[in-house]
């Protein structure tokens, strides 16, 4: 009986590690190095993209998971500023829709305030002053 070719990969990956952040990270890096290769032709380029493809897919064929996620967690661990930057400008774009974000006059404190309920008043929760804006 034929194998389904889903099944055979399923089984061939069994008891391997897999995709993670740092191989997503490494194989971004390298497709955006080949697109760098394709206008400059710099072989020193395509090398280091080689180089980024050949441990990336080493990384996901490993079955040493001890290892590999030690190797991720130190990644996370490194650009967890960054990634944060990025998750709090995606959650204010998203908040955007909702919601007004108003800075008190007095203090500067942010205050966030629904849309779409007219001229109201708001109070500072830092320093209780009041002022009136339209949401």
């Known amino acids: 009986m034929k ?3 889903s099944d055979f990969f399923s089984n061939f990956m069994s008891g391997r590690y ?3 952040e740092l ?3 490494t194989l971004a890096v390298c497709l955006i190095l080949l697109v760098i290769n394709i206008f400059t032709g710099r072989s020193l380029i395509y090398f280091l993209a080689l180089i980024l493809l050949v441990w990336s897919y080493f990384r996901m064929f490993s079955r040493n998971y001890v290892k590999r996620s030690a190797e991720n967690e130190k990644y996370m661990e490194i650009t ?3 990634r944060g930057r990025f998750q709090k400008t995606g ?3 998203q908040e955007a829709k909702d919601y007004h974000i108003y800075k008190c006059p007095s203090c500067g404190q942010k205050i966030r305030v629904p849309r779409g309920k007219g001229r109201i008043c708001i109070t500072c929760p830092k320093c209780r002053n009041e002022f009136q804006k339209k949401s």
Do not use: M, P
């Open 3 to 5: 194998q389904k070719i």
């Open 91 to 93: 959650r204010r774009a």
């Open 23 to 25: 191989s997503r990270f």
């Open 18 to 20: 897999g995709t993670d």
């Open 80 to 82: 967890q500023g960054i």
